[in-house]
Structure formats: C-alpha cells, structure tokens
C-alpha cells in the first residue's frame, strides 16, 4: 500500500485534456442542475447529471458514523455548491474527505466547495492537477482574453447588424466564462493512494483502490462492500462512447475485467445511470468490438486515415451518447494496435531463415 503525503510532483510533461465534452468548452453549458441525489442505499448517494449542465461529472457520497466522504465534486465550484447543499440535506456531518477519480476538470472543480476536507487521489492524478490543468486554465483565460479583444476590434469595422449581434453575444459569452473562472481555485489532492486504502468509521468501511489504468493513467474507484456498490469514474461510462484523449485502451479492457472480478453489484459511472455488471460487461463488449474492427485493417496495412473512414459505429451503439467521440476511439484502438505490431518486429527488420549449408 502507498499512503503518502505529497509535496513535490514529478516533471513529467503531460498530454493537455483539450476538451472534455463538447458541452462543456466553454461558453455553451447551462448554469443550472435539478438533479437530486439518488439513494442507492442507506446513507450512501449518488448524483446522476446531464452532461449539458454545469455538473457535467457525475458524484456521490457516504455518510460514515462521524463524517461524510464525497467521491468527485464536478466541474464547476457551482456545481460543487450544489453537492455541498445537497449532503446538507441529508446530513450535518462534516465532509472530511473527497476523493478524486482522476484529474480531469469535470471531477475536480468543485473541489473548492470543501475546504476542510482532506483530498485524495492517486499520485498520477495530483501530479495531472498540478502540471496540466493549472497551467490549461491560465492558457484558456488569456486565450479568452485574446478572443475578446479581437471580437471588440472587428466590431469598430462590422457594418452588418446580424454580424454584430453575434459578435455582441460571443463577447457577453466570453465575459461570463471569464467572470465564471474568476470564483475557481484548483484544489488539488493532497493525499495520495496507489494501491488500496480503507477508510473506516464505526460499521461503515470504504475501499479506496487503484484496479488498474484505463481512462487515464491514475484513476482510482471506490467499493462500499457491504452494500456491494462501487463508485468507478471514468472507468466507465454507461450508454455512451467514451472520451479517450488521455487513454490507453488496451489497458482499459483489462482494467475493466479487474471491475468485474469487484464484490459488488452496482456500479456508478462518471457519465450515465447507475449500472449493473451486465452494463460494465456491455462497455468491454464495445472495446472489444472496436479492436475487431479495427485490428484486421492495421494487419492489412490500412493508413489511419483509410481506417479513421471505414470504420463506422455499429448499429447497436446509436442510441449512445457522445456520438462525436467515436471517430477518436477507432484513431486510439488504430494507434496502440499498431504501436503493439510494431514492437513484436525486430528493430532491424524480419529475419530470414538461415540457409541449409550444402551437403546437409
């Protein structure tokens, strides 16, 4: 087990989450979330969001015998307020620790709606919040910034009102994404867990673990044995196609097994309704389905672009969400197929059989 308080980060360079969602750039979600804590069992919730609101990421928390723990805050401190509010509801107990699944924005950003609360995540998910999303939210300001001032520019030579309607509205746009920023403080975890953790208050027990990468390279999940219900991120996302920009998938699936071998037969995703082991069993399904797709064009020769072309969604994936990101999907599974091809080749090229010496 590794249970450390960290102050230092590794320099490691890491890939930049571009963009989460296509709802969730900036400038295009609603402000406001109705979405109501679902009880999945005695003092234990879940907060099931639309994806098109300003939570993006779906949470959830456990009220122990003294304290509560809340597993991932959201996107936005808005957000986080409102999951504050809503464990109000249901319990004064303190909020004493926050577990993030990983570092992307839509489970961290609400960090800041509880402060006295200790907040862990695994070694590669601090290092993330410290080295890619602080540095992303100074970029994406003073790109904002930059985009304002040159809508302001192209208005003082605009003629036509429609135009300057939309440029007006794209400032006002900008202004409140910039206004909204402001209130943001990134909180990153303090606390790290790289292989198993158990928290324990009175007759509540719960596991903090790392199953494996997928999603990324430092997602963590959270078992409730007694109640056999397991929070799992990103690892799993529930009727839609998943975001891989920082993915490997490969890993994944294996990943994913580990979660089916968990003592528990509810699973709450980071993006969808509460599943069962049959919905994780149907998420491997669509990896595996992919690489079949995808692995006789790479053993073929087919160029990424040939095979980003051919390779559509099957018909029994339409109704998913996130439509947009399968294109990504086939581009991943192509690359990690190929890397893996690749490295099976000696570095000088095939080998040809030695020739049988004459007389022999």
Same mark, same amino acid.
């Given at each position: 087990? =590794?249970?450390?308080?960290? =102050?230092?980060?590794?320099?490691? +360079?890491?890939?930049?989450?571009?963009?989460?969602?296509?709802?969730?750039?900036?400038f295009?979600?609603?402000?406001?979330?109705?979405?109501?804590?679902?009880?999945?069992?005695?003092?234990?919730?879940?907060?099931?969001?639309?994806?098109?609101?300003?939570?993006?990421?779906?949470?959830?928390?456990?009220?122990?015998?003294?304290?509560?723990?809340?597993?991932?805050?959201?996107?936005t401190?808005?957000?986080?307020?409102? /999951?504050?509010?809503?464990?109000?509801?249901?319990?004064?107990?303190?909020?004493?620790?926050?577990?993030?699944?990983?570092?992307?924005?839509?489970?961290?950003?609400?960090?800041?709606?509880?402060?006295d609360?200790?907040?862990?995540?695994?070694?590669?998910?601090?290092?993330?919040?410290?080295?890619?999303?602080?540095?992303?939210?100074?970029?994406?300001?003073?790109?904002?910034? $930059?985009?304002?001032? =040159? /809508?302001?520019?192209?208005?003082?030579?605009?003629?036509?009102?429609?135009?300057?309607?939309?440029?007006?509205?794209?400032?006002?746009?900008?202004?409140?994404y910039?206004? $909204?920023?402001?209130?943001?403080?990134?909180?990153?975890? *303090?606390?790290?867990?790289?292989?198993?953790?158990?928290?324990?208050?009175?007759?509540?027990?719960v596991?903090?673990?790392?199953?494996?990468?997928?999603? +990324?390279?430092?997602?963590?999940?959270?078992?409730?044995? $007694?109640?056999?219900?397991?929070?799992?991120g990103?690892?799993?996302?529930?009727?839609?196609?998943?975001?891989?920009?920082?993915?490997?998938?490969?890993?994944?699936?294996k +990943?994913?097994?580990?979660?089916?071998?968990?003592?528990?037969?509810?699973?709450v995703?980071?993006?969808?309704?509460?599943?069962?082991?049959?919905?994780?069993?149907?998420?491997?399904?669509?990896?595996?389905?992919?690489? $079949?797709? *995808?692995?006789?064009?790479?053993?073929?020769?087919?160029?990424?672009?040939?095979?980003?072309?051919?390779?559509?969604?099957?018909?029994?994936?339409?109704?998913?969400?996130?439509?947009?990101?399968?294109?990504?999907?086939?581009?991943?599974?192509?690359?990690?197929?190929?890397?893996?091809?690749?490295? /099976?080749?000696?570095?000088?090229?095939p080998?040809?059989?030695?020739?049988?010496?004459?007389?022999?």
């Amino acid at each position: 087990m =590794k249970f450390s308080l960290r =102050k230092a980060c590794h320099p490691k +360079t890491l890939v930049l989450l571009a963009s989460l969602f296509a709802c969730t750039a900036p400038f295009c979600f609603s402000s406001k979330e109705n979405e109501e804590p679902e009880k999945l069992a005695d003092c234990l919730y879940a907060r099931i969001v639309s994806p098109d609101g300003n939570a993006v990421g779906n949470s959830g928390f456990v009220i122990l015998d003294r304290s509560v723990l809340v597993f991932d805050t959201h996107f936005t401190p808005e957000a986080g307020r409102t /999951l504050a509010a809503a464990i109000r509801s249901v319990t004064d107990k303190p909020v004493r620790y926050v577990v993030n699944s990983h570092s992307h924005p839509d489970h961290t950003h609400g960090n800041q709606a509880f402060p006295d609360a200790q907040i862990l995540s695994s070694t590669i998910g601090r290092r993330e919040v410290l080295q890619v999303d602080v540095p992303s939210l100074n970029r994406t300001v003073k790109a904002t910034q $930059s985009q304002i001032e =040159k /809508l302001q520019r192209d208005m003082k030579t605009e003629t036509d009102a429609a135009q300057l309607q939309r440029m007006s509205e794209q400032i006002r746009q900008r202004e409140a994404y910039l206004e $909204s920023t402001s209130r943001l403080k990134i909180m990153p975890p *303090v606390v790290t867990v790289d292989d198993r953790l158990t928290i324990r208050e009175g007759k509540r027990e719960v596991v903090i673990l790392s199953i494996g990468s997928g999603h +990324t390279d430092g997602d963590i999940v959270v078992l409730l044995p $007694s109640m056999r219900i397991a929070f799992v991120g990103d690892l799993f996302f529930n009727n839609a196609i998943p975001n891989v920009q920082d993915a490997t998938l490969l890993p994944w699936m294996k +990943t994913l097994e580990e979660m089916l071998r968990l003592d528990a037969d509810k699973f709450v995703p980071g993006h969808g309704p509460v599943g069962t082991k049959q919905d994780v069993e149907r998420f491997l399904n669509y990896f595996e389905e992919l690489k $079949s797709l *995808v692995q006789p064009a790479v053993e073929r020769g087919d160029s990424l672009e040939e095979v980003t072309r051919d390779v559509q969604l099957p018909a029994k994936y339409a109704s998913y969400r996130f439509q947009s990101f399968f294109a990504s999907n086939v581009q991943k599974m192509y690359a990690e197929i190929k890397a893996l091809q690749l490295s /099976l080749i000696p570095a000088e090229g095939p080998q040809k059989p030695d020739r049988p010496k004459a007389g022999k």
